[in-house]
């Protein structure tokens, strides 16, 4: 078999791996980019959708699922492999998505008018969202599915979010077995049932998000996030914590749950969960009640659930959100996690600059990001175009990580008992070389694709690691790329605002050309 990567190398975006021989094709995963990367995202596939059979989904976060609307807009008629978890999980998410872009959109389009310019469009609507659903086939974990007479696969839980999977492919044709980590939860898992180990393959394809990291412990994480928390209350503003909707919000909903069962939360600070998405998500992960460790199932038996709070207030339209620009002392929990979008922006702008704010990041920040930057420490950051000085007290905690950690990854991967050889994605390539160097002091055999690579497997191919250089002059450089097209479109706000000659609306149109193709460079 060949693998070609198309996404997710050298980062942990665009998730997305064209499996193909001379009997079948199809892909894992069909992710969308984020950071500096998301100008890929509308860019043409370098395949036919309409020859692909099959997508085998691991999960339903965006960087994984997110294209899948668009390679059903460009032709995909196939069948969308996943758990049944997985697919509900993805209604929602999806749905969630074309909405952002179509809100988004329509903001942009507005001042685009006024400008003169051409009205542009989302990368996919929630008609063609629509169109994906039809196409999902559930399949629970440890069953094989067969995609023809030579292949077949098995989901095995992958202990990272709710129905995420790793993927055992078998080609019997060649006498081969491939397996797809997906994105891996830690181990021990607090919540969730731990990552399936598995004892056989001959190639691995592996995620490296934390592949040269460890996490903190559970018990120093709890004490950084108690802790932030007290103080926090203890400052009267408000606490704001940007969370990913799926997997994050549950979790820090049953922290949360902890904090007010030992008395450490007073009962009487509210707690808003701004996020329609995730309340979505939260009613999904209280379905599946098998799906958790025993200690957390007994929060069901007993007509409870882990992730509920009498002082905590669902939060769904956006006047409501709005009214949240006036309290104080409150946690307000809300997306994105990356704040790359979503009502945590909203919160920021009325928030971060004030001293008495307290931010808590629970979660991974991509480089690029609003997220990254303020934990980056920057000054000064940009929020819908307008400049606001940091001046909360800022916390990054990232025990709660849904990611494996740099042990984690290990105990999974020496845990197969046919020495595999293991292709290292979904990482950044500090941290792709960092767990190689741990694989390779093992005795494994690792390569480290880049992006559209074409890796034809085979037991004598020739291991390859990226040059290690200095990325921080590039990630600098894109930074400064990014607010020189964030202050593009200030001016161009400003020129809708007040009016401009012929001459100067061309040079800028030019201009934001010009900085639109560096970035995509």
């Not at 995909?76 to 697919?87: C, N, S, V």
Request: charge should be neutral.
């Amino acid at each position: 078999m060949k693998i070609t990567f198309l996404g997710a190398t050298g980062e942990v975006t665009g998730s997305c791996y064209l499996v193909h021989d001379t009997n079948i094709q199809f892909l894992v995963d069909c992710g969308m980019f984020q950071g500096h990367s998301e100008h890929k995202n509308d860019a043409p596939f370098p395949f036919k959708p309409s020859e692909i059979p099959y997508v085998i989904l691991t999960h339903a976060h965006l960087d994984h699922s997110g294209r899948l609307p668009l390679l059903v807009k460009r032709g995909f008629k196939g069948k969308i492999i996943t758990t049944p978890q997985t697919a509900e999980l993805l209604r929602i998410m999806l749905l969630d998505a074309a909405h952002v872009q179509e809100e988004e959109i329509k903001r942009i389009n507005k001042k685009r008018v006024r400008q003169g310019l051409p009205e542009i469009k989302p990368v996919y609507t929630t008609e063609d969202v629509e169109k994906v659903f039809p196409l999902v086939v559930p399949i629970s974990y440890d069953n094989r599915y067969p995609l023809n007479e030579h292949v077949e696969i098995r989901f095995r839980d992958a202990g990272h979010i709710l129905g995420a999977a790793s993927v055992e492919i078998w080609d019997h044709m060649d006498n081969e077995k491939i397996v797809f980590s997906g994105d891996l939860g830690q181990i021990p898992n607090e919540v969730l049932h731990d990552p399936t180990l598995i004892e056989e393959a001959d190639y691995v394809v592996m995620e490296t998000t934390y592949g040269g990291r460890k996490h903190k412990s559970l018990e120093e994480t709890r004490k950084e996030f108690r802790d932030a928390i007290v103080n926090g209350l203890k400052n009267g503003g408000n606490i704001l914590i940007p969370s990913f909707a799926v997997e994050r919000t549950q979790r820090i909903l049953y922290e949360l749950r902890l904090l007010w069962e030992s008395g450490e939360l007073p009962k009487d600070v509210p707690i808003y969960l701004d996020s329609p998405l995730a309340s979505k998500a939260t009613e999904i992960y209280n379905e599946y009640k098998a799906s958790y460790k025993p200690y957390i199932q007994k929060y069901f038996i007993d007509g409870d659930s882990p992730f509920n709070l009498p002082n905590l207030h669902m939060v769904e339209s956006s006047q409501e959100s709005k009214k949240l620009n006036d309290v104080s002392g409150a946690i307000i929990i809300a997306g994105s996690g990356m704040c790359t979008g979503g009502r945590i922006l909203h919160h920021l702008k009325h928030n971060l600059w004030k001293p008495q704010t307290t931010l808590i990041f629970v979660g991974y920040q991509a480089q690029g990001t609003l997220g990254r930057l303020i934990v980056d420490g920057a000054k000064t950051v940009k929020i819908f175009g307008e400049p606001v000085k940091v001046r909360a007290k800022v916390f990054t905690i990232n025990g709660f990580s849904a990611h494996a950690d740099r042990d984690d990854l290990l105990t999974w991967a020496t845990f197969f008992k046919t020495k595999p050889y293991f292709i290292l994605t979904h990482g950044e390539d500090d941290q792709r070389l960092a767990f190689a160097n741990l694989l390779k002091k093992r005795g494994y055999k690792v390569l480290i694709p880049q992006y559209k690579d074409s890796v034809v497997l085979k037991p004598d191919m020739p291991e390859r690691y990226p040059v290690p250089i200095r990325r921080d002059a590039t990630s600098e450089a894109l930074k400064l790329i990014s607010q020189i097209y964030g202050d593009l479109h200030e001016l161009e706000d400003i020129i809708a605002e007040e009016g401009a000659t012929p001459e100067l609306v061309g040079i800028l149109k030019s201009i934001s050309t010009l900085v639109s193709s560096i970035k995509k460079v």
